[in-house]
């Protein structure tokens, strides 16, 4: 196992640097290397867990925050302003930012989702397929489009802003989410995505149906675990963490 460093880094972007932090393993020069997107109005600290276990087996992982939707609000922007898309875009800023760090690895390159940053991988992943080695998607919300449409089902009444969505105080999203989660490729993005996907889910989850994961896992061709007992929101222990990087054959 390897002891790992905490790196500050801004990573540049179009509407202003994106924060993150790089968990370096010591001593390693050249590796597979992990991004790890956080969910809706969560916080790069959410994956920073998940992100120290699979540093510590050597490989160096990067979390950061995404405009607007985080509540450390790191990176600026305004929650109104951010989308599944907008994510989108800034998620494949990382990836380009990564893939030219002296550390990584360019063909062994991973993302790693939780919730809605699952879903915004899943769009990324698909749209840099060629340059992502694989995906580790933890509980991803990809029961959004389903509960937005249901919620909106028409365009013409969705208001400028929703205070406070999904009763998370403070989280007040704009007509773009709406519209953007409704609209978003996820099932053609799933359909196109031909790389190795291991995807883990809790069976006490309310917000996202084990179900929702393991039919993913299963369109992706991919491995599904069970974490039996965990509810929305956990990170990967030491064991699942070994078992995802077997999976990718990186150990």
Request: charged share 25%; net charge negative.
């Amino acid at each position: 196992m390897f002891n790992v460093k905490e790196i500050e880094i801004k990573i540049p972007y179009k509407e202003g640097n994106l924060y993150g932090v790089l968990f370096m393993p010591e001593t390693v020069e050249k590796a597979a290397c992990f991004i790890c997107s956080h969910g809706i109005y969560s916080s790069y600290q959410m994956t920073s867990l998940s992100a120290k276990e699979i540093a510590a087996f050597g490989f160096p992982a990067v979390c950061f925050d995404f405009r607007g939707c985080s509540y450390s609000n790191k990176s600026g922007g305004k929650c109104e302003d951010a989308s599944v898309l907008s994510e989108e875009e800034e998620l494949e800023a990382v990836v380009e930012w990564m893939r030219v760090q002296p550390f990584c690895d360019s063909e062994k390159l991973y993302l790693l989702g939780q919730s809605l940053g699952g879903f915004v991988s899943a769009l990324a992943g698909a749209e840099k397929q060629n340059k992502i080695a694989g995906m580790l998607l933890m509980y991803p919300a990809f029961n959004s489009k389903q509960t937005v449409e249901y919620m909106f089902p028409d365009n013409d009444k969705i208001p400028d802003v929703i205070p406070d969505f999904m009763n998370l105080p403070g989280l007040n999203i704009g007509r773009r989410f709406i519209s953007d989660a409704k609209s978003a490729p996820l099932d053609e993005a799933i359909a196109s995505f031909k790389k190795p996907v291991y995807l883990i889910h809790g069976t006490a989850d309310r917000l996202v149906p084990v179900e929702t994961g393991q039919r993913a896992a299963e369109a992706y061709g991919g491995k599904f675990v069970i974490a039996e007992g965990a509810e929305h929101g956990f990170n990967l222990t030491h064991e699942q963490a070994k078992d995802a990087l077997e999976y990718f054959d990186l150990i």
